[in-house]
């Protein structure tokens, strides 16, 4: 699997996770040691989807191209696409219950 087929997506994921610090409880982001954090990125968080939802696209044409060049498609790197667009799908539609998950776990 080639780098770049790793990377926008594992991006897209972590753009699409870092919407959620404007969600998430005070008293949370200040246990984690960044407690301005959710108001610096409050103002960012469509510039954050939108970086998201683009380095998708690349995945996606990446992955798409990858196939109609001949070349083997790993099943790694399409599992790890699928997953990351669902991340940020729901992350994009659902983000107060994803930062409600994300703040009950361990």
């Not at 926008?8 to 954090?37: D, E, F, K, R």
């Not at 989807?49 to 992955?63: T, Y």
């Not at 983000?95 to 703040?103: D, E, G, R």
């Amino acid at each position: 699997m080639k780098h770049s087929e790793k990377i926008a997506p594992l991006a897209a994921v972590i753009g699409a996770l870092s919407t959620l610090a404007c969600c998430l409880p005070l008293g949370i982001a200040a246990a984690a040691g960044a407690a301005g954090l959710g108001v610096v990125l409050e103002p960012l968080r469509p510039w954050l989807v939108g970086s998201s939802i683009a380095l998708l696209g690349i995945g996606f044409v990446q992955l798409h191209r990858s196939k109609t060049a001949c070349q083997r498609r790993s099943p790694v790197s399409t599992a790890v696409l699928l997953i990351s667009a669902m991340i940020v799908l729901a992350v994009v539609l659902f983000p107060q219950t994803m930062a409600s998950f994300l703040a009950d776990l361990p």
